[in-house]
């Protein structure tokens, strides 16, 4: 009687057990479900996070460079154009690349502080796939929170505003020269009328004059040569005005 006793107590105990087991293995189900929906919203979260950058990164006209380290991870349309040389290269061509051997061996120093912590921007000679250099200015960012990458390099070319520039430049270099042309023909003009009218009246009065015929020979053909080099100049002076005249309507 007394074992019978201890079995059915035994049994009472391991139910009690078996119960307890049971509400604490459906507690911990219904914690790791609220955990799992929790991580579900959380990459869903994550993934339209991505989605969004890189709906904005294709959007962008800016080259857009995922890095890890110096290590390319992805990159954009706009980046493929930038390395392409206008013609889009193949962004598998350039992924798991070090982004340094596309620069300039002297701008190394700048690339290794974006790459480190510093937001630039700098401008940089950028090495396409085709050798050839373009300018470029970067700058750099935090990549994005859950992303793989360490930093961000945002790329534009300025190779066609440096050349607008050099040509503005230059244009007023002209525009300096022609100013100066236009100033000094003037200044040249007028003293060169009074040389010009007083060649004529010197050859008007020899005339008057009774002279040997080998003084007036000589005289007279100073005068002439006088006469052919005011000419002469005349002509420059004419020209320089009507450069300025022409390069004035232009601007």
Sequence with gaps: ??????????????????????????AKRTLVERRERSLARTMR???ASNERYRHLAAATGEGVVLCSGSQILDVNDAACRIFGHGEQVDPR??????????????HHDHVAA??????????????????????????A???????????????????????????????????A??????GTAHEINNPLTFVLASAELLGEELSDLELPAEVRTNLTGTIDDLM???????????????LARDRGGEE
């Design 1 to 26: 009687a007394f074992g019978l006793l201890s079995a059915k107590y035994e049994l009472r105990v391991t139910a009690v057990s078996l119960e307890e087991l049971a509400l604490r293995l459906e």
């Design 114 to 139: 974006l790459l480190d912590a510093s937001e630039g921007p700098y401008e940089l000679a950028l090495i396409r796939a085709d050798g050839s250099t373009v300018q470029v200015s970067i700058k």
């Design 141 to 175: 960012v935090a990549a994005p929170p859950g992303s793989r990458g360490t930093r961000v390099l945002l790329v534009h070319d300025i190779s066609l505003e440096r050349e607008l520039q050099r040509r503005l430049a230059t244009a007023d270099r002209l525009a």
């Design 93 to 106: 061509q350039l992924r798991a690349q070090d982004f340094s051997r596309f620069v300039a061996r002297d």
């Design 45 to 47: 979260n994550l993934e």
């Design 177 to 182: 020269v022609v100013t100066l042309a236009a």
């Design 228 to 242: 052919t080099g005011a000419v002469r100049i005349r002509d420059v002076v004419r020209n320089l005005m009507s």
